[in-house]
């Protein structure tokens, strides 16, 4: 037997973990450096409606975006463990400034499938893309890692990628300011410098869990400064996709909903921001100290 | 002797803990989230120019201002240990919010004077308000824990207080966007709204130390609001007095320079953004792992 848990399911022992980890009644795990991740919840819900999902927030220090790659990789690590130890069959990195900075080192502490959100993201932009120009804005983390353009690269080598951080994005979706004049001049700023080095970018890849909440203002935005149509692509219903497809026969297809269980690392705000994220109610979250 | 120090002083042995730990030569002290606590090294520099400074901003988990008073009181503790390892002979308190929820547990901890951000800002408010209607500003930590409304009803009961939390402000003031259309629609939508519950406010404390950076707009948007002055106060020059006055003769008054050894938990943007708030150039800071 595993370390013991707090929820109804056990940790994988050593003999399983070599072989194949995945039974149809572990949970799949999901964490996020805060509750943006929730909408990687609900793409998987849609997706695969019977199974149990643990997802951790790691509230208390949030914000993932604004740190070192040195920093992210540590956080990350610990989040991974903290699912591990609750016998996920999986784990969904829903956070891109982790995906993009720890996802070799998270990949490498475990042997049971490990899902990141950038390469997810890249596959849905090469999808969308007409003419092959796309821009990707994130944290500066994000941004900062080339993640995206390494992913891209590996796909299509002759795509043309132009990324942006973006670090009042996160901020105004947490404040609820998503379609107003606020969000339309901050949008504008920061989509110019995108358009400004590549006036011919037809896909826009939203490279944060945040920012599907301000979609709408930077598609307007978008359309308006390139005066062609952006299509608007993000990871989360690509990551559920990936998540179905590497589970194959492991998934559990019980005609039942699944069970939520969420973790938090702080819970302040978490009330008020996370069914914004989810799109529905939300039993709580529970504290846990990392 | 106490424990083993990386800067050349050294820890108060628990005897010295018992009698007046200060001596000229021990450094001061100075914690903070991140980086604006920077703004108070600064009027410690103009007021104690002698002092040997030690500054640490937690830009691991920074920002403090939306996490619950237990994570923040968790993480203080963590700073404060850190500085009096290195042999401090005061400890400032340069965030807000780790003062509004974190003092008592902080003073608890050591015999070395501990002098938060909230009290020296109370009592600037005091002496700068002309009708006694005070307005403050800060993180939804700082506001949520109203330890400005206790400071100033301790020193004058008939002081009318309206508080408001600006989580846009901080993400503002680290991008450098501090005087243009956005930052005055962000002032409005903010100060408005203090406005609406007092319009006869005639003094704004900027109660977060990033907020200094935002002060011009904010004081213009705040006169054209009120349609009379409003006087702008902030807490750092208030704290470094009251530095100077508690350590009396323990002031080291030497006509050289004194060191200043910044720490901090993250590095990511320290190089861009410390230089806004402390002033002068840096000569960098030395990464730790709390």
Redesign the interface.
């Known amino acids: 037997m595993g370390q013991e848990s707090t929820s109804s399911y056990r940790t994988l022992s050593s003999s399983e973990k070599g072989t194949n980890p995945m039974t149809k009644r572990h949970p799949i795990g999901v964490f996020d450096s805060g509750v943006g991740g929730l909408t990687v919840v609900r793409a998987l819900r849609t997706a695969l409606p019977g199974e149990d999902i643990v997802y951790l927030g790691d509230?208390?220090?949030?914000p993932y975006g604004?740190?070192?790659p040195r920093?992210v990789e540590k956080y990350s690590l610990g989040c991974q463990q903290f699912l591990l130890d609750r016998g996920v069959k999986m784990v969904l990195i829903a956070c891109n400034t982790a995906s993009a900075n720890a996802l070799p080192a998270l990949q490498e502490a475990t042997r049971v499938p490990v899902i990141g959100a950038v390469e997810p993201g890249a596959t849905s932009a090469l999808a969308a893309t007409k003419h092959g120009h796309i821009g990707v804005i994130g944290t500066?983390?994000t941004v900062r890692s080339n993640a995206y353009g390494r992913a891209i690269a590996a796909r299509d080598p002759a795509a043309k990628l132009t990324q942006l951080a973006c670090?009042?994005l996160?901020?105004?979706a947490?404040?609820g300011?998503t379609d107003d004049?606020?969000a339309m001049?901050?949008a504008r700023?920061y989509l110019t410098q995108l358009f400004v080095q590549d006036p011919a970018i037809d896909t826009l890849v939203l490279g944060c869990t945040h920012y599907p909440l301000l979609a709408n203002v930077l598609h307007r935005v978008a359309n308006e400064l390139a005066k062609h149509e952006v299509a608007v692509v993000d990871s989360a219903g690509a990551m559920a996709e990936m998540a179905k497809e590497a589970l194959g026969s492991g998934a559990n297809r019980r005609s039942t909903a699944g069970r939520l269980d969420c973790f938090a690392?702080?819970?302040?705000?978490l009330d008020e921001l996370a069914p914004r994220f989810l799109g529905e109610p939300l039993t709580g979250f529970e504290l846990v100290d990392l």
């Open positions: 509230t208390a220090r949030v604004s740190k070192s920093t500066l983390g670090p009042l996160v901020p105004l947490e404040e300011w004049d606020i001049l901050v700023r690392t702080d819970t302040s705000r």
